[in-house]
């Protein structure tokens, strides 16, 4: 029930250790029906979870199902790229993809915190076509059965990161 504090060290930038933390893991079971809308469904549910485990952190553990609808944004996809006044270049116009059409969910994989979501679907077509990104929105068809997780004594939130320009994932030990 403790929690365990591991010390990484990143080889490709530095001796600086990056911080890992566990704690007990629960499992939190959904099923979404026909029609149920996912785009804020999935933060409600993964919120649900956290509270009803008393943590802010929260992760995919399985799912399975399908879509009539989703809407990606492509991983690292841009219409065009801008340098910015240092030199980096920026990403300001992420292409969407959407589809109309029966798909069923290959993988869904992410992390929740109460800063939001960072969600990630793979889904294939009737003729086994494969497209993946980061997920915006999505209604499902027949089901979408869902497995969150959560654990104890860990707390996700997002903040921004100076080398990407995003808000990134952050891990810290919850004292209790």
Known sequence: DGIGIIFLTDQRKSNMPTQMLSGGVRAHAIRFGPGEDLTDGLLDAAK?????????????????????????????ASRTDNDDDNGRITRDANEMREWNERLEIVSLIGTFSNAGRHLHMSVSDAKGNVSGGHFVAGKVFTTLELVIGTIDGVEFDRENDPKTGYKELTIKEVKR
């Open 48 to 76: 649900n979870a956290m509270n009803s485990s008393n943590t802010t952190s929260a992760f995919v553990l399985s799912s399975v199902g399908s879509l009539e609808y989703v809407k990606l944004r492509m991983a690292s």
